[in-house]
Each structure stands twice: as structure tokens, then as C-alpha cells.
């Protein structure tokens, strides 16, 4: 592994470890290994001359401006003459040597370094004017904030978003209508946030594609070698290659492999004469510079037969119309699936059951429909919600014209709540994405949680679905099964009651020895005055279940289940009692283990070391890590795990 590659990898693996430690009470490294690692990371940015963005040595402070400022670049950004034919490439390269690289799918990016750091990040805009985006820029994910060379630099590049990246973000907006429609659009929508904040839990990566300017460097005439050169200064550059006619069709034909592959959007190739002189004394057009050309991909389009329009209802009530046709092979792989966005693209292709439609992959990644050549507009929109039964609607928004479910109750608006209700905390069904969930609940399968038990009445339907098949189906019943023998605390905190997390769930549940019918005979007085409650949580517990629906769930949900008897507390001995957990266990599985039989007991498990702090649990008590000398400091007794396990009164035995 070379020096930078090793840099990345500490800076990923430390920040992964300062997660667990500060936002989830948990620890994957002791900190002897991390101030190894650390100490490591600071030679190598010493040695190398560079710090990353995301590195732990830098503390990046965000800020919230009230607008972005504009600024006109010194030179206009003009862009590439364009071609879809390698000829057309090999006759602009003629003799000459060329860079060939990824013509990248994101938003452009002007950076200066004054000093040996970031002074200032612009967005290319309309060419002319661009806007100012330097505090974001500060927090892209692999953008390096100082550097070796002090002269001014100015370079260009790409900021993109990955695939993967991309996918985790729109799972996570609830709205349908909200969610962005391809990377560039959330990239572009991250880059130009107010808040860099924002910006920072987006991961944007930043690709460097073209050196402006850095005085005093002998970059031998080269492009080629002025990419090397700020590789040398940390930043990721894009791939690239030097080509000359002879080898051009190889390369193209290697890029044309490496997308299937590829976790950054890329729209095409960008080819630019290496000889830095030559590219400059052609000068440019209007619109284009003389020394380099986009080569765009020519989309593989394929003949195929509409044999169907899916309704797939979402969570927020539009229902999207998905074409399914006879399968066709596409880039390398089967597709039989597009979605058509809106009733009024589907009007404007004019569709029709049975007609020959022409389907490719936008990107080479996302199908879609090309043309239809027999525009037959054989298709009835649907009046009911293929959910739920009730009546559809046609709203016009946005000069695009959508259908929509009227039923505020349909069961497809509750993938949320589904989901919450399978995610690990709660019931932990692994498998049970939403993704899953609104596939599942699209064609009926799911109406209430206790279904979701029973969705072996649906094997051969679900192992026929997009994305699953025999084995996937088996694993998610599987999972299901386990998830039954479950505790009442994660039942309560899978309803999804407003406020209460499952922490709440479980006072609430040891206040009434986990007895559901006690529990649901409470009043909001007798909740409220419960330590750790309080009127707000009280009143969302008891509007909650004075819903005879919720009730009716909760009690047929919990037929499904089953909740081993609760072991008395031992009069909740450590009730009041607030500990911290820091090092490895020896007598539970891990430290969530432990976290359990502390709140079971009453107590309480926090992060930080701070004055209301009564335990730390630390099997290395002689340890002179942060948190036993805070503990030190502020007079806190420091208990292995034996010594805890007695003032528990469990067997340190067990």
C-alpha cells in the first residue's frame, strides 16, 4: 500500500473510531491503538506535505451563511466540443500525444491555495460568474485543506457524489417528490448548502481534472505531468492516461469497461493534448477551447414490447407508473423495468400496452425509454390506489401533471413507520430496508405490523420480485422468526410514539413490570410523574393508545411475539445511579450487553465523563486513558467489570 492510500485509510479507520466514541457510547479501538494510529497519520502528513478534509488532525468549524456570494472568473470557463464517434477523436488527437480521463457527472470547481491552504472555492456557474463556496468546499470529504507547495495554485475539478452515497441519502427523504433525481442534482444541491454542515454529511468527493496555475514548477510542457504533480500535493486526480492515435481505441474501449464498475457518476471521456505549448497557441472558439474534446457515450438502445404499466404507490401518496417490457440486455446486464416518472411523460410518449418501445441506460446506469414507435395510448390511469382501493387524483405540479392516492390512511404512507418498527433497536429485522418494506406493501403484502409475520402466505409472489429469488426470500423469513422472541421496551419503541426512544420505553416498562395491560391503564398523571417521562412524553403515550386502532395492533402484535418474563429488578438497585463503559468485557457479549442490565437495573449509561457521573467501568483501572484521568480528577471510582458486577448483585460468574 503506498503512503497516501495508508493516510486515507487511517484517517477512514480513526474517524470511525471517534464516531463510536463520541456519538454511540461505544469503543472499537483502545486508546493506546488510536494514538498510535493517530501519531502515525501526523508523520505521514508531515512526511507528505498534505492534510485531507476529513482528517481528525483538523477540526473544521461549520457555518451558516445568509447567502452565497458571486464572483466573476478571471477567464471564462467555456465547454468541450462534444463527439459521440471515436473517429472524431482520432482525427482531433492526429500526431499528437493526449491526456485521456473521466469526464466526470458533477458540479466544477475553481480552487485557489494561497500559502500552502485553501484561500478560496468557486463553482463554474454560467462560465462567466460563479459562486463562492469555500466553507463548503473545507469539508468535502478528501480534499486536502494544506499543502506543500506556498505559491498560489489555482486548479480545476470535479465534485461528485458516489452511487452508493447517493442511494443512502434519497432512502433517507421521506418525500417522494423531494428526493433528487440523479447524483449531479444532490451534488450540486450539497456543494451550494448555506449551512456546510449540510454540505459535510453529503460526502462529496473532489476529483482535480486540470492545473491553472502554479509559478516555479517545471511541469516539462506536460499535462500529464502536471496531474502527477498535484497527486504529489494530496489531491485525488481523475483517472487519466497518455495516449497517442494508435492506442486510442484501447483506452476507450477500457473506460467503456470501467463504468459497469464505476462508484463516481461519469457522463464520458475528456481528451486534452499533453503538450501544454501546442493546446494554448490554438486559442478557442466562441463557445470552445481548441485543445481538448468530450467524448460522450453512445447510448446502446435496444427494440423491446410493453407488456405492462405498475401503480407503485409511495409514501407520501403519488403513485409512480413503472413500465415493465420483455427483457433486453442493456451495458452488460437484463433489464425489464423503467419508470416513467409522471402521467405526463407517459401521455407524451403515448403508451400503450403491446407497443414496441426503444429502452436504454441514461449514464449507462438507469434505464430508460427512449422512443415509442407504435403510440398506441392503450392504458387506463387507475381510479383506486392499487393499495388500498380508495380514489385517485390527477394534480397538476410543477407543469407536470402526477397521480396520487386521497387516502391519508394508506397503508403505503406508513413505510416510515414500518421501517422504524424493523430497524435494530426496535424489532432488528435484518433484510427489512424500506426499500423492501415499499415493494412489500405496494402489492398488499404488509397493512399491519403483525403481517409482516406472516408474509410466507406470499413466498412464490416475493421470490418472483426485482431483487430477490429463493435464498433472499428465505433469509428475510428467517430473520423475521428471530425477531419474534423480542422485549416489551422494543415493542414499545417500534410503535413509533412521538418522543418515546427506547430508552423511555424501557422506565416506562420497568415502572409497570412490563405488563402491557397495566401499562395501557395509566393515566397521563401517573406516566408523567415517572422519573425520565414527563407531561410531554405522557400525553404522546396516552393520545397514542386512546386510539382503539392502536390498541387493537399493539394487542394482536403482540400474539406474534415472545417476551421472556422479565427477571425482578432487585428493586432497581442501580436506579439514579449514571455510569460510563469504556475498554472491552469479559463477562457480557459487548458493552450494549451491559448497557441493557444497567437500565434494567435503573441506572443509567452515558458517553462523557462529567461531574454527575458516579461509575466508570473500566477493566484497565490503572489505565491513564482521557476518560479514567477525568475520572481521577473529579474523585469518580473506577470499577472493573467484577467490581461492578457486585454492586449489581449479579455473579461475576455469569
Not at 468546499?137 to 478528501?142: E, G, H, L, M, S
Not at 441506460?361 to 381510479?383: F, G, V
Not at 466508570?616 to 469518580?636: F, H, M, P, Q, Y
Request: hydrophobic share 35%.
Amino acid at each position: 500500500m503506498d503512503k497516501k492510500s495508508r493516510m486515507q485509510e487511517l484517517v477512514n479507520l480513526l474517524n470511525e473510531a471517534g464516531k463510536a466514541y463520541y456519538q454511540e457510547s461505544r469503543e472499537i479501538m483502545s486508546n493506546y491503538e488510536y494514538d498510535a494510529l493517530y501519531d502515525e497519520l501526523k508523520g505521514l502528513e508531515e512526511e507528505l506535505g498534505f492534510v485531507v478534509a476529513s482528517s481528525p488532525t483538523v477540526r473544521v468549524g461549520y457555518e451558516v451563511l445568509s447567502e452565497l456570494p458571486k464572483e466573476r472568473h478571471e477567464e471564462p470557463m467555456l465547454s468541450l466540443d462534444k463527439t459521440k464517434e471515436p473517429e472524431k477523436l482520432k482525427e482531433f488527437l492526429g500526431e499528437q500525444k493526449a491526456v485521456i480521463s473521466w469526464k466526470l457527472d458533477g458540479l466544477t470547481i475553481v480552487l485557489t491555495y494561497r500559502d500552502g491552504s485553501l484561500y478560496k472555492a468557486v463553482t463554474r456557474g454560467n462560465g462567466e460568474v460563479g459562486e463562492v463556496i469555500t466553507n463548503n468546499a473545507r469539508v468535502f470529504k478528501n480534499l486536502p485543506l494544506h499543502i506543500a507547495y506556498k505559491e498560489e495554485l489555482i486548479l480545476r475539478g470535479e465534485a461528485v457524489i458516489r452511487y452508493k452515497d447517493f442511494e443512502t441519502i434519497n432512502d433517507s427523504i421521506e418525500d417522494v417528490d423531494a428526493r433528487y433525481k440523479n447524483p449531479r442534482n444532490l451534488c450540486s444541491g450539497s456543494v451550494r448548502q448555506l449551512n456546510n454542515e449540510i454540505t459535510a454529511k453529503r460526502n462529496v468527493m473532489f476529483y482535480a481534472f486540470t492545473l491553472v496555475k502554479a509559478d516555479g514548477v517545471d511541469f516539462q510542457n506536460s499535462r500529464n505531468c502536471q496531474l502527477d504533480w498535484l497527486a504529489m500535493q494530496g489531491f485525488d486526480v481523475v483517472e487519466h492516461y497518455q495516449v497517442t492515435k494508435n492506442d486510442l481505441d484501447e483506452r476507450i474501449a477500457y473506460f467503456s469497461k470501467a463504468i459497469e464498475e464505476k462508484e463516481v457518476p461519469s457522463d464520458g471521456l475528456v481528451l486534452v493534448y499533453d503538450d501544454i505549448a501546442y493546446g494554448r497557441s490554438l486559442g478557442r472558439t466562441a463557445k470552445f477551447p481548441r485543445d481538448s474534446f468530450a467524448f460522450k457515450w453512445a447510448d446502446e438502445v435496444r427494440s423491446t414490447h410493453l407488456l405492462e404499466i405498475e401503480w407503485s404507490p409511495s409514501r407520501t401518496g403519488l403513485i409512480n407508473p413503472v413500465a415493465i417490457f420483455e427483457p433486453v440486455e442493456l451495458e452488460g446486464t437484463t433489464v425489464s423495468r423503467a419508470s416513467v416518472h409522471n402521467l405526463s411523460i407517459m401521455e407524451e410518449l403515448e403508451l400503450g400496452i403491446g407497443d414496441t418501445i426503444e429502452v436504454y441506460k441514461a449514464n449507462m446506469i438507469i434505464p430508460q425509454i427512449a422512443r415509442n414507435l407504435t403510440r398506441s395510448r392503450k392504458i387506463e390511469i387507475p381510479k383506486k390506489c392499487p393499495v388500498c382501493g380508495k380514489a385517485t387524483e390527477v394534480r397538476q405540479q410543477n407543469d407536470a401533471k402526477s397521480l396520487y392516492c386521497t387516502n391519508p390512511n394508506c397503508q403505503a404512507k406508513r413505510v416510515k413507520s414500518f421501517a422504524l418498527f424493523a430497524s435494530r433497536d426496535a424489532l432488528n429485522i435484518d433484510g427489512m430496508s424500506e426499500a423492501t418494506l415499499e415493494k412489500l406493501i405496494a402489492k398488499g403484502m404488509i397493512h399491519r405490523y403483525a403481517d409482516i409475520f406472516h408474509l410466507e402466505r406470499y413466498r412464490e409472489e416475493i421470490q418472483q420480485m426485482e431483487g430477490f429469488g429463493e435464498k433472499s426470500y428465505t433469509n428475510l423469513v428467517e430473520n423475521i422468526d428471530k425477531a419474534r422472541t423480542t422485549t416489551l421496551p422494543r415493542v414499545i419503541y417500534a410503535l413509533g410514539i412521538s418522543g418515546i426512544g427506547l430508552a423511555n420505553a424501557k422506565i416506562i416498562c420497568q415502572e409497570f413490570e412490563n405488563d402491557a395491560k397495566k401499562m395501557l391503564a395509566a393515566s397521563e398523571e401517573e406516566l408523567s410523574q415517572i422519573q425520565g417521562v414527563g407531561p410531554v412524553m405522557a400525553k404522546a403515550f396516552i393520545d397514542y393508545f386512546s386510539s382503539k386502532e392502536h390498541q387493537n395492533e399493539f394487542y394482536e402484535l403482540l400474539c406474534e411475539l415472545t417476551i421472556p418474563e422479565e427477571t425482578p429488578a432487585k428493586e432497581l438497585r442501580l436506579k439514579g445511579m449514571v455510569f460510563v463503559i469504556t475498554g472491552s468485557v469479559h463477562h457480557f457479549a459487548n458493552r450494549s450487553e451491559m448497557k441493557e442490565m444497567i437500565e434494567r437495573l435503573g441506572g443509567k449509561v452515558t458517553g462523557s465523563v462529567t461531574g454527575k457521573t458516579n461509575y466508570l467501568i473500566n477493566n484497565d483501572v490503572s489505565s491513564t486513558s482521557s476518560k479514567n484521568k477525568k475520572a481521577r480528577e473529579l474523585g469518580i471510582p473506577i470499577l472493573s467489570e467484577e467490581d461492578f458486577l457486585e454492586l449489581a448483585g449479579e455473579d461475576p460468574g455469569r
